[in-house]
Structure formats: C-alpha cells, structure tokens
C-alpha cells in the first residue's frame, strides 16, 4: 500500500517535472536571457560585456518611445475593455438561450477564430485603406469628396485587435456564466429585483473571475501584437511589438531590443498585479 | 511510461544533432520567396543540383537583416549553409563578430573576376553575387517621367495638387531603400551621409504628400497593382519585374545618379556543409549562371567581363565599368553606425 503510494506519488511529480522543466527552458531561461542583454551596452549594434542601464534611460528618456509605450498600454487597456464590453453580451445570450441552434450560433461566434489573423487584419485594411470600401462608399453617397486617411492609424488597430480578439473574451465569460446558478437570479428576481438589479448585483459580481481574466487575456495579447499594429499601423503608431522586432530583426540592435521587451513584461505583470488586487479587493 | 518518457526526453535533445548531421552531399541555401525564389531555382539551384550531383534544400528567408539575426541567434549555426541574400552591413558586423567564415580567391576562384568595387565593399566574409539599384519608379499613366530626385523630394515645386496621397514612402527601421533614398535627398540639399540635415528638412515638405509608408518592398504590389502609388524609390531588380509583368511602371536613373545595393552570399561559420557551401559561392559568380540570373530577376551581374547582354538590359542595368564607376556605393560602416539615429529622426518626424 505505501510502497505503492509512493510509486504514484513519483509518477505525479514526474508529470508535473515534464511541463515544469518545459517552462524553465523555454519560457524562464529565455526571460533571463532577455534580462541580462537588456543590461549590456551596445557598441554599434554589437552587446559588450559591460552592464549599463543607458538603454532603459534612452526608451524612456525619448518621447518618441514613451509615446509608443503609452500608446501600447492605451491600445491594450481598450482592446481590453472593449472585448468584455462587445462580448458580455454575446455570451450572456449564448449562455442563456433555450433555442435548439445554441451549439450552431456558438460556432459562428468563435468562427473568427478559424481565420489567419493576418487575413482578418487584411480585411479590414480592404475596408479602411484610402481606395477601400469605406471611403468608397462615402464617396457613392455624396458624403465626401476626397477620400479620408484612415489608415495609417491607433483607432484601426485597436478596431483590428478587438475584432482579432473577441471569441477568445467570449470564450472565457461563457465559461464564468456557465458556472453561475440561474437559481440565484430567480431567486433575487423573486425578492423583487428588476433585470438590471439581479445582473449587477447577482450576475456581473459572480462572473467578476470572468470578466477579469478576459480582459487580461485580451490584454495581454494586445500589448505584445505584431502583426495587426505592423499592418493597420505606421510610423506614427508604433508600438512596443513593432519597435521591439525593428531593434531585433532590422537594426540588430538587441539591447535596446531587449530593454524595450523588458518594459513590454513588466507593464503586463504590473496590469496583471494591479487587476488581481482589484479583483480580490472587490470579491471581499 | 517511464521509459517513453526518457525515449521522447532521449530524442528531443538528440534531434539538433541528428538534424546537423546531414548528409555530406545536401547544401541548405537561404534565400528570399517569391518571384525570387522561382528565379533563383531555375537559374542556380537546379543547375548546381545537377553539375554537383548534391541536393540543395530551400530555406525561405526574410530580409537581409531577418536571416543575419538568425545567424547571431544561432552563434553562427543556424541550420542552413548558404545565406545568399544579405547585404554589406550584414557581411561588416558579420566579420566584427566573427559569425561568418573567411573565404579567400584560392577557395573561391571566381572572385578574381569580379568588380573590384566590390572587393572593397565589404570584408572577406562574403561574395558580392549581384547588384541592384535604388530606381526612382513612376506610374506611366499618371505622371511624366521623372528626371531628378526633387520629383520625389520636393513635390510641391514640380507636381500638380492630385499627386498629393499617391507618393510611396518606406521604412527606413525596416527597409534600406528609404535610407539610401534619404542620402539622395540630403545630396539634392548640398549634404550627404555626414550631413543629413538636408534629408530631414525634405522629408518634413514631402510627408504630406505620401499615401502610405510600407515596412517591406514586396508590400508595394497591390499599391501598384490599383495604381494608387505614382512615384517612390524602388529595388531595380523588383522595378524591372514589375514592368515585364505588364504594369504601367517605369524606372528610371535620375540626372543625380542613384546608390547600389550589393547583395552578398556568405556562409555562418557553424554551417554543416561548408565545402559544398563554397563550392555554390563559386558556382553562383559562373558566367553562365550569372547571365541567367541576372536577366531572370533583372539585376547587374557581379563581374564585368559578361558581354552580349540583350540592348534592353544594358539600358537599365550595371554592365560596364563606366556605369559601376558612376554608381555610389555609401560606406557601409559609416550606414550601420548612423542607421539607428536615422531611424529614430525619421520616426520622430513622421510621428509629428
């Protein structure tokens, strides 16, 4: 009995040593790699084996970074905000319904998530460039006379991000709302609580753990993409990913690159930090 | 289970050198898409697959900057033997952090008959297999043939209001076409590479009239295809393509002259196969193999001494010592330390 306890005892560790020691190469190596060459002085693009925190001091001494990096954590914040609000709703909806088409518009809800982000970004670059649908039909309509610029610019990407991202909010509030008991809001309905009452104070407060991990998941995908600030984006709107490949892949200035990479991966635990302590703050 | 465990552990970290220990008649060549990639198996790989009875592997590449990251990454082993689209300030910080292999005329004889410009352009870590140049391309159904860069630098002076929005700009963080069109408008200003204030002041008075700013050259093509761009700086090779598909385009060579790009092979310096390796920088500077790939994807050869070209490329191309002599070729060294101020003042300007 013990001699076999122990036996599934190792198994289990084993288990856990497997995506254990995963993480540690591939994920917390890495972060360290990527710590110890945002500290070393670049030499005409070459890192030197001498510490400084000059690469630090330039992202965050020059406007044009600490622009792109407030722009990053803006675009984040309301992509992030954005999901949760387009994708209560939806999944609220999803969740409820009785209809027999349930398992069918649940498909179609996450559909998006069956295209290539570099396509779907693409489609909205056929909509919004200058030739583009819009302006197109603006024109058709006698609403303007010269096409509008709306491309290259923040709002698009966040436009881009947010449609990009959406299924994966909804995905994570079904599953809060899965868990809620449509007992309880009977049950404050029929203590006399309206609609609203019941989802503010029964519904929204038990799906909180939701809401919050969607807007972090949402979140944390937005301040580190690439391809859609690449695409709907310009030199103007420059974020943290798009500078961070141009220092990496172009400039081959890795210092900097990697300075820029550590400010990207503290701003996230520090979103992270701040939306647990409100989480648990508003649970208690 | 245990035992699947330690297997799969086993293999994962054996894999890196079973890969490596490929066989001594497979060469791994990097090497641009596309179009590129057509010409460039037709014209190079498949004839040296077939002189040398070896196979040669493709490995799709990105831009020249992408594939030396990927030699840095890797410590000068990144799985493939041939990198064959990088440029000189590649080939220069490839020689300072010895990531890439010496080679020498008794290794790779053909390099006795190249130009000796561009012996001097980069260090002996690399072959200089072709040569393209900045082209000033214009949309032959919009505008007049351009004759100077101020028709790009300064549009407002020799264009109509409707031009404004149809001018293509580039990255220069991404794209070394917009530094070296950036030393041209410097040029028009009196300056040069030691003095950009000329390019800064020009590039404020024409950003209003850009339509977009693309990260790559291959992103152009939809913009040419709708004739939405009327006039940007442009790779010959790309140019000329463009044109023989059919588009309303043409380049040209303004009255300023224009800079070239040299595009070098080198081999990282923990390549498998390095005798092959060699062997296909050689094979690659062959006269034979030269013309079909020069005229394949209409770039300069690497050698003068080529002759009979068709009339039409001789036109547009780099076939004589007179034309090479014109030809400016920036110091790559004085690029490379420059580039990233350059960069940052350029964002900084379009970002205003």
């Not at chain 2, 799985?79 to 220069?92: M, Q, S, Y």
């Not at chain 2, 220069?172 to 530094?179: D, F, K, S, Y």
Request: proline share 6%.
């Amino acid at each position: 009995m013990t001699l076999s306890r122990a036996r599934n005892g190792g198994a289990v560790y084993l288990l856990a040593a497997i995506p254990a020691g995963f993480l540690l190469v591939f994920f917390v190596l890495p972060i360290l790699m990527l710590l110890s060459a945002s500290v070393l002085k670049s030499e005409d693009m070459v890192p030197v084996a001498q510490l400084t925190a000059e690469n630090f001091t330039t992202l965050l001494s020059h406007k044009l970074y600490l622009d792109a990096i407030l722009r990053t954590l803006g675009i984040g914040v309301t992509v992030g905000a954005l999901v949760i609000i387009l994708g209560y709703p939806l999944a609220y909806v999803l969740t409820r319904t009785r209809s027999r088409w349930q398992p069918l518009l649940v498909a179609l809800a996450l559909s998006p998530l069956l295209a290539s982000v570099i396509v779907r970004t693409y489609g909205w670059w056929v909509l919004f460039n200058r030739d583009g649908a819009i302006n197109g039909f603006l024109q058709t309509m006698g609403l303007i006379k010269a096409p509008l610029l709306l491309l290259p610019s923040t709002a698009v990407i966040i436009v881009g991000l947010a449609h990009a991202l959406l299924p994966y909010g909804i995905l994570t509030l079904m599953a809060a709302l899965n868990g809620v008991n449509p007992n309880l809001e009977r049950a404050a309905m029929s203590l006399g609580a309206g609609r609203l009452r019941t989802f503010a104070s029964v519904t929204l407060p038990l799906t909180s753990s939701g809401v919050i991990g969607g807007f972090l998941l949402a979140f944390g995908v937005a301040i580190g993409a690439y391809a859609t600030p690449a695409i709907l984006g310009g030199p103007g709107t420059q974020t943290m990913a798009t500078l961070i490949y141009s220092f990496m892949m172009t400039l081959l200035d890795w210092s900097l690159g990697s300075a820029m990479g550590v400010i990207l991966l503290a701003s996230s635990f520090a979103v992270l930090a701040l939306t647990m302590l409100a989480g648990r703050r508003s649970a208690s | 289970m245990l035992k699947a465990v330690t297997l799969a552990a086993a293999g994962s970290v054996a894999a890196p050198y079973v890969i490596s220990a490929r066989a001594a008649d497979t060469l791994v060549v990097s090497a641009y898409g596309g179009e590129y990639q057509d010409v460039f198996m037709k014209s190079v790989i498949e004839p040296f697959e077939k002189k040398f009875g070896v196979q040669v592997t493709y490995d799709e590449s990105g831009g020249a900057a992408q594939t030396y990251a990927k030699i840095r990454a890797a410590r000068g082993a990144p799985g493939f033997d041939v990198a064959a689209e990088l440029t000189a300030p590649e080939a220069i910080l490839g020689a300072r952090e010895k990531m890439l292999e010496l080679l020498s005329e008794q290794q790779v004889p053909n390099l006795r008959y190249v130009w000796a410009k561009s012996l001097a352009a980069i260090p002996p870590v690399g072959v200089v297999t072709y040569y393209q140049y900045m082209a000033l391309l214009w949309n032959t159904k919009k505008i007049d043939k351009p004759t100077s860069w101020a028709a790009y630098w300064t549009p407002e002076t020799l264009h109509k209001p409707e031009v404004k929005g149809h001018l293509l700009g580039h990255d220069p963080g991404t794209n070394l076409l917009e530094v070296y069109a950036l030393i041209m408008a410097a040029k028009l200003k009196g300056g040069g590479v030691q003095d950009m204030s000329g390019a800064w002041a020009a590039l404020q008075d024409q950003k209003p009239w850009l339509g977009a700013v693309l990260q790559m050259s291959a992103q152009a093509a939809p913009y040419f295809e709708n004739d939405e761009v009327w006039l940007t700086p442009y790779w010959s090779g790309r140019s000329g393509y463009y044109v023989a598909k059919g588009y309303p385009l043409g380049f040209t060579i303004p009255q300023e002259g224009t800079i070239g790009l040299a595009d070098v092979s080198a081999i990282p310096v923990g390549a498998a196969n390095k005798k092959l390796a060699i062997e296909f920088l050689n094979f690659r500077l062959d006269p034979d193999v030269q013309r079909a790939f020069c005229l394949g994807y209409f770039a300069s050869p690497a050698r003068p001494d080529i002759t009979d070209w068709p009339a039409s490329f001789v036109e547009t191309q780099i076939t004589t010592q007179a034309k090479m002599d014109a030809l400016d070729l920036p110091d790559s060294a004085v690029l490379s330390k420059q580039r990233n101020a350059w960069v940052m003042k350029w964002q900084e300007i379009m970002a205003g």
